[in-house]
Antibody, heavy 120, light 107 residues
């Protein structure tokens, strides 16, 4: 059974960086065939795709994000990560990691989500 | 970005009712639409992809249809566990985008 688990801080101060990690079990990131994805859900329930990282480190991000984004992969630990730089209150959301299909951008496995609040 | 507009934003229904949720894209998306169910406090769950392809383990009371820019999710006979929020998502063009959601409540 494929499982994903997010980890990271629940509270971040404005203008600080946010770093989240997703640990994958039951599947190997290095096997290819999937895009390892970050999606967030705002308090008003809207869902926003942020981007993905492939097993070889290739990335693709949402154009013109509110805060600069970077993603990375650690195949030795079967993890991938999201960094948001210079966050604002608009980045307050539940952050999900998810597995995306290469042939389509649909998401068949999701983590449970981690709630991140940006506040001083 | 392609805008996905769902309607209604919420509805009230009873167990056993037939429920239809609509999603309209801002342009044609050639059946490149997926539907998700989200129960409170949980992550979204993929129900259907490619407009009408049921994911493994999803009950057959869920079905999808549509073409061009207009797509529907139908629940043929609403069950207690179906009270949730439903989202459509297009994967026709980059970046993938989601509808605003339809909350299905108990009447």
């Amino acid at each position: 059974q494929v499982q994903l688990q997010e980890s990271g801080p629940g509270l971040v101060k404005p203008s600080q960086p946010l770093s989240l990690t997703c640990t994958v079990s039951g599947a190997s990131i290095s096997s290819g065939g999937h895009y390892w994805t970050w999606i967030r859900q705002f308090p008003g329930k809207g869902l926003e795709w942020l981007g993905y990282v492939y097993y070889n480190g290739n990335t693709r991000y949402k154009p013109s994000p509110q805060s600069p984004i970077s993603m990375s992969v650690d195949t030795s630990n079967n993890q991938f990560s999201l960094q948001l730089h210079d966050v604002t209150a608009a980045d307050t959301a539940v952050y999900y990691c998810a597995r995306g299909m290469v042939w389509s951008q649909t998401f068949d496995y999701w983590g449970q989500g981690i709630r991140v609040t940006v506040s001083s | 970005d392609i805008r996905m507009t769902q309607s209604p934003s919420s509805l009230s229904a009873s167990v056993g009712d037939r429920v239809t949720i609509t999603c309209r894209a801002s342009q044609g998306i050639s059946n490149s639409v997926a539907w998700y169910q989200q129960r409170p406090g949980r992550a979204p769950k993929l129900l259907l992809s490619a407009a009408s392809r049921l994911e493994s383990g999803v009950p057959s009371r869920f079905s999808g249809s549509g073409s061009g820019a207009d797509y529907t999710l139908t629940i043929s006979s609403l069950q207690p566990e179906d009270f949730a929020t439903y989202y459509c998502q297009q994967f026709y063009t980059f970046p993938p985008t989601f509808g605003g959601g339809t909350e299905v409540e108990i009447k």
